[in-house]
Each structure stands twice: as C-alpha cells, then as structure tokens.
C-alpha cells in the first residue's frame, strides 16, 4: 500500500485508547487541545457520553459455540470487515502535519471505514486518490455541511460524486455553535497554513441587517431546514445518511423522507450542553426507525466494549472522532492505525466472553438487566 511514510512509531506504555488521550496531550499545545478534547458549556454532555457507557453492563455467556466467528458486517449493502468508521473531524492538520491523509491511509490498512469533514485540511480529491483502490478498505463517505450557499453546496456534492465518495454523511445539529468556553478561554484559532480547503472560494455570507445582534441572525438565519435536505436528495445520486438526531420526531421524519440511514449523535457534546448521552438516546431511535433505515451511533466510545453494547442497543455500527485524532498526534498514521486495531482486539474479545460467534449473535440479551 502506498501509505504515508511510517516513521513515527507508538509511545511506549500506550494499551489504550485512554492512554492515547493521555499522551496526546503532552504533544498538542494547549489551544489545539482545547479545540479536540472539549466541549460545550460545563462539558456535562461531554462527560455524559463516556459514563453512560460505562453504566451499561455486559453479562456474559460460557461454553458456547465461537469457532469461526468474526466481527464482520453489512453496512448500507456494503461488506464490512468491524462496524468502525472513523467520525469526521476538521483541521486535522493542527494535530500532526499529515492530517486527514493519514487517517484515511489508517482506516484503509484497518479495513475500517472513513468519513471525511467539509471542514477537512487535506482536500476531498486527495484523500479519495490515496484509497480508494486500497483492497479491503471500508467505505469513503463525506460529510456535509449545507453551506449558506446552496450553489456551492450542489458544487460541493458533485466533487464528492466525481471522487468516489459513497455516501454523503449531512450534519444537521449545528444551525450554530456550540458555547465552547474551553476554547474561548485557550484562545484558540485554526493556525495559519490550515484551513477548510475544501470550501476555498465559496463567496461570504451576506451580512444581517435586522439590526438586533440576535443569535438567530446571520448563519442561523440561512441554516437548512428539511426542506433544503428534500433538495438535496432529489440533486445526489448518493444515499444521504443524517448525524445528529437525537429526538424520535425527527427520526420518523428522517426515516418517511427515504434517508438511507441516521446517525444518533450529540456531535461530541460540543453544540448543546446537557442534551442527552448518545447511549440513553439509541434504543429510542431505534425503535423509531421501526428497523427501516440504518443507524449508527457516535459520542463517547472508548473502548470494545462500547463497540459491542452500540451493537446490543441496535446500532449497525458506531464512529469514532477524538481517540483517532489523538492516535494522529502521537503517531500519525501508525497511532489512528493503533487505535482503530485496538478497538477490534477488544470488541472481538467482548464478543467472545458475551459467547457471541457475530454480531447476528448480538442482541439487547448482551446486556445486564439488573430486575
């Protein structure tokens, strides 16, 4: 494979994606930290998102049948060799000069799944170069920001169609953003030389003129609403996934509209501080969608055994943004590439000890029910 050179190697000590996250911070500095690691608000949801995963607890089966058994899926019709993708994160070249190269040359030698932000450093068309003809790799999607303009937006699809991305993954839960008080309190600003490259060109919003310094001006006034996606759809030959629902309303809604999936998401605790955990949100939505569209889930998942409860709740599969981010810090490729494989290791050994040959064998049973 044609993979960026693999110079740096893994920090001693590191086992884990907690150990990822630890190390990561002595190598970023501290508005770049601020920037990956935290959150709206007091970061309540943020702190959410891990906890309730740790509060589901697995109940394990013995002496069951497992020769033969793997962690393979079906994602959209597409095999899939773990349910991983890995979550769009912008800027990623604040974290280490590769950026979003990297971790789609990691997620293509993991044969894990990748999707890239509209806010990407590295652009769309050199990411879809570098592995797409990779063998085994998981699917390319790339994630939308409907932009204040919608003619560069369509222009932005038709990239994205033309590269060979295989879904559009829209994000639809920040019509403004977050109150990030650790940033604003870092000072942080992306560093000169990385930008959103993708989105060179596109003409500036118009200015608002109501007069009130009101947050519903400016952007929020341009923000899509479903209709905007109604459009989008009927102008995309690719299937059009949701991130961001959190609410069962809008999961009907997405589910009547024909989206090929949804992705249950608080967009990492950094919009709306105190929305609920992913985790408590998932059964909801699931049982919404009536098992018609695909749902996948992100927020807060460290470790296999996040993998495997998403599972149990109904997920397809689950992203992960921040562990790859930090894998990247430490080690470029070869880090996310370690974080991604750390992640299999230990859902196929939560399978195991669950007595799970397939996630088939993955049911709401996996999970301890304390009555």
């Known amino acids: 494979m044609n993979t960026v050179p693999a110079l740096a190697h893994i920090p001693p000590g590191i086992v ?12 970023l500095d501290a508005k770049a930290w601020a920037y990956f690691s935290g959150g709206a608000g007091d970061e309540t949801t943020l702190r959410a998102n891990r906890s309730s995963w740790d509060a589901l607890s697995l109940h394990p089966r013995v002496l069951q049948p497992l020769a033969g058994g793997h962690c393979r899926t079906t994602l959209l019709g597409r095999p899939l060799d773990l349910p991983i ?8 070249r604040i974290a280490h000069p590769d950026g979003e190269l990297a971790t789609a040359y990691a997620a293509a030698a993991q044969n894990t799944g990748f999707v890239l932000s509209t806010q990407a450093s590295v652009a769309m068309e050199t990411i879809a170069n570098a592995v797409l003809n990779e063998p085994g790799r998981g699917p390319l999607w790339f994630q939308l920001y409907i932009q204040h303009d919608r003619g560069f937006t369509y222009e932005l699809v038709k990239r994205a169609e033309l590269a060979g991305y295989e879904a559009l993954v829209v994000t639809v839960d920040a019509p403004s953003s977050g109150v990030r008080d650790r940033e604003r309190r870092a000072g942080f600003k992306v560093p000169p030389g990385i930008s959103a490259v993708n989105l060179a060109g596109m003409p500036p919003p118009p200015i608002a003129r109501t007069g009130t310094d009101s947050a519903f001006d400016g952007a ?3 923000a899509p609403t479903w209709e905007d996606l109604a459009q989008l759809q009927a102008r995309t030959r690719l299937p059009i996934l949701l991130k961001g629902i959190l609410h069962e309303d809008d999961a009907r809604q997405a589910s009547a509209m024909g989206f090929a999936g949804v992705i249950v998401s608080n967009h990492g605790g950094r919009t709306l501080d105190t929305a609920p955990a992913t985790s408590v949100v998932l059964p909801r939505i699931v049982d919404a969608m009536g098992g018609q569209t695909a749902v996948l889930v992100d927020g807060g998942i460290r470790r296999g055994t996040d993998v495997l409860k998403a599972i149990a709740l109904g997920a397809q599969a689950v992203l992960v943004g921040r562990p790859c981010v930090f894998g990247l810090a430490n080690a470029g490729a070869v880090g996310v590439a370690h974080v991604l ?4 290791d230990e859902l196929e050994i939560a399978m195991v000890q669950c007595g799970c040959a397939t996630l088939a064998q993955v049911t709401p049973r996996v999970l301890f029910k304390n009555n």
């Not at 884990?16 to 190598?27: G, I, K, N, Q």
């Not at 494989?341 to 299999?344: D, F, K, N, Q, T």
């Open 16 to 27: 884990s994606l907690a150990d990822h996250e630890a190390h990561a911070r002595t190598v």
């Open 85 to 92: 993708l890995v979550a769009p994160v912008a800027y990623q």
């Open 220 to 222: 929020v006034a341009l």
């Open 341 to 344: 494989r750390l992640l299999r």
